[in-house]
T-cell receptor
Framework: AQKVTQAQTEISVVEKEDVTLDCVYE???????LFWYKQPPSGELVFLIR??????QNEISGRYSWNFQKSTSSFNFTITASQVVDSAVYFC??????????????FGRGTSLIVHP | ETGVTQSPTHLIKTRGQQVTLRCSSQ?????VSWYQQALGQGPQFIFQ???????GRGNFPPRFSGLQFPNYSSELNVNALELDDSALYLC?????????????FGPGTRLTVL
């Protein structure tokens, strides 16, 4: 069965610090998708990034970057020069595609990031 | 373009009752997924509807059921409510059923079972 582990329950940083959120996953499939979502206090999950299992290129989007390493089954997320608005709960998720074309996504328990001014 | 909306925002029920939660998908989206998020936990996938048919189900008992209508809006029904059903219920819509399609989430319905 697929599993996603976010070992960091809560991280507290001061504004402008860099912070890395860890995500380790388990799957038996060779085809899968990994995601990161942000959940601000308002509750709505906001999609940040999607990666498929065949694309190990790291990605940078502004202050956000992602490091996907199949060898260690990790998909870590780094925020550079953190800001107070980055305060939220961040979820890593894994989806495997079933033969029928449907999929069952599994989310980690989330990491609460608190950025102090 | 209207985003995903959910109703009601909050709901209080007692054990054994039945509840219906509603979700309007984003314009142009034919796929709706439902999630249960208990306090301090990540969302758990309940099921997904694609073009009015169930297209994948998580590890939830049959008392969790759903519908998708021709306009692609959706309902989640929960019978015989239990205390553990207290959670935030999230609905997400996407333009197609594959995991490569970005999901857009609604604000959720907070259900409290007493």
């Amino acid at each position: 069965a697929q599993k996603v582990t976010q070992a960091q329950t809560e991280i507290s940083v001061v504004e402008k610090e860099d912070v890395t959120l860890d995500c380790v996953y388990e799957t038996r499939d060779t085809t899968y998708y990994l995601f990161w979502y942000k959940q601000p206090p308002s509750g709505e999950l906001v999609f940040l990034i999607r990666r498929n299992s065949f694309d190990e290129q790291n990605e940078i989007s502004g202050r956000y970057s992602w490091n996907f390493q199949k060898s260690t089954s990790s998909f870590n997320f780094t925020i550079t020069a953190s800001q107070v608005v980055d305060s939220a709960v961040y979820f890593c998720a894994l989806s495997e595609v079933t033969p029928g074309g449907s999929y069952i996504p599994t989310f980690g328990r989330g990491t609460s990031l608190i950025v102090h001014p | 373009e209207t985003g995903v909306t959910q109703s009601p925002t909050h709901l209080i029920k007692t054990r054994g009752q039945q509840v219906t939660l509603r979700c309007s998908s984003q314009s142009g989206h034919n796929t709706v997924s439902w999630y249960q998020q208990a306090l301090g936990q990540g969302p758990q996938f309940i099921f997904q509807y694609y073009r009015e048919e169930e297209n994948g189900r998580g590890n939830f008992p049959p008392r969790f059921s759903g519908l998708q209508f021709p306009n692609y809006s959706s309902e989640l029904n929960v019978n015989a409510l239990e205390l553990d059903d207290s959670a935030l219920y999230l609905c997400a819509s996407s333009s197609d059923r594959g995991p490569y399609n970005e999901q857009f989430f609604g604000p959720g319905t907070r259900l409290t079972v007493l």
